[in-house]
């Protein structure tokens, strides 16, 4: 099947993402579908698509997780297409296999490089004769803790005992011997809990990392390019918050040669479409693959604002079978791009999530300003569901200037209803580890408190209540004193 102009894509998600597949397909001429839980029924996504279907109450297991269903309303509808943008089901290979062997489109890479990627262990192994840079450690999966003491004393403390099958769920890091066995049970548990699949495996802890992830795109004859870095390091509990490309500590030759092991990722396992290579960098800017994220990836805006291109109308053309329209050598870097995923998370709670109605919700614009989202004021922000309510993303001809105009954009962001990540945005963008670029994965342990973030929100008030009180002033001496 070959997509057309009036030909309808499913897009099986939720929220910005949906709403962000819908205007690239829109542009191209290509009808869209919702899918909405009861939860969603209001939301932006939903009025936007040329169609959208109700497909089941608020949790997502009983809704947005539901593959065979989203498939069966797909069918009805005579879609051509189901693009699974990022979460829920986008890196689920049997989800993949279903909509291939239904006739439809999966626009995404084919089953098998998701399954492939989607297990530490088998990734690693595929890559192995490739000669990708490793961080040391073992390439099976353990889970019996005596063995585990064993492998751990051998690879030298510290260790990071690693989930197989998934990201910052079931990763324990370990100082010293006496710890090995608790934190083992524990990351099995975890991992069991949030995968169903207990597997880990053990390497060595790279202490000051950075995260390199190199964004690659793959068509279905043999053409595979990278389209450079991006910088990851700024995360709580593992996860992002702050990414930005490019990256301000790759040298021209190690972003060659990161892009280049990138592509050999790509090939190890066949793949197709938009995927993402992350890779750890040390404090002596040595690299090692850590895994490979088979979809569209929350970030791949700063990507767009550096190369020009559309990352959605580049996978629906790689799945509809074109090939890419340009080469490595094509490629440029201009400017410098910026994201802050702005989360309803109280930062000054350890930020636990912030559920509530948003009250006001005014995001900013301009030339140097791109804001992805998929809620508006008066909205309701769900539990069920992951707590991002947009990503804030700036644009500049150098780093500093994407930086300054991330500052004004957060000044000028209104939100009331719910407590969210921008006040700590502001926090990381005006701290000098950040704006030297001498920071790693560990900025938020070293630098942030909330007793300091509770500091900066004081100072900011004290400043906006004198901005106020001296306008306030001015505007007597106006008018008491006109002819002055």
Known sequence: MNLNPNDDILIANRGEIALRVMKTARNMGIKTVAVY????????????????????????????LRGEHIIEVALKLNVDAIHPGYGFL????????KVEDSGMIFIGPKSH???IMGSKLAAKDAVKGYGIPMVPGIDEAVTD??????????????????????????????????????????AISEAENAFGDGSVFIEKYVKSPRHIEIQVLADT???????????????????????????SVLTPKLRTEMGEAAVKVAKACDYVGTGTVEFLLDENLNFYFLEMNTRLQVEHPVTELITGIDLVEQQILVANGERLSFKQEDLKIKGHAMELRI??????????PSVGTLDVYRPPSGAHIRVD???????????????????????????????????DAISLFEVEGVSTTLPFGRFVFEHEAFRSGNFNTHFVKMYYSEEKMEALLRAEAEIAAKIALQAYFNDLKLVRLPNQ
């Open 373 to 407: 989202d998929g809620y508006e004021e008066g909205m309701e922000v769900p539990i069920q569901y992951d707590p991002m309510l947009s990503k804030l993303i700036t644009f500049g001809k150098t780093r500093n200037e994407a930086i300054q105009y991330m500052l």
């Open 145 to 186: 803790v005596e063995k585990a003491s064993e492998i751990a004393k051998e690879i030298g403390f510290p260790i990071l005992i690693k989930a197989s099958a998934g990201g910052g769920k079931g990763m324990r890091i370990v100082e010293n011997p006496s710890e090995v066995k608790e934190q083992m049970k524990r």
């Open 343 to 352: 989360y309803a998370e109280d930062s000054l709670n350890n930020f636990m």
């Open 113 to 115: 490089a998701i399954r």
């Open 90 to 97: 986008s890196e689920n290979a049997e989800f993949a296999e």
């Open 221 to 247: 004859h043999g053409n595979i390019v990278h389209l450079f870095e991006r910088e990851c390091s700024i995360q709580r509990r593992h996860q992002k918050v702050v990414e930005e490309a490019p990256s």
């Open 37 to 64: 839980s009861e939860a969603d029924r209001n939301a932006p996504h939903v009025r936007f698509a040329d169609e959208a279907v109700l497909i089941g109450p608020p949790p997502s297991n009983e809704s947005y």
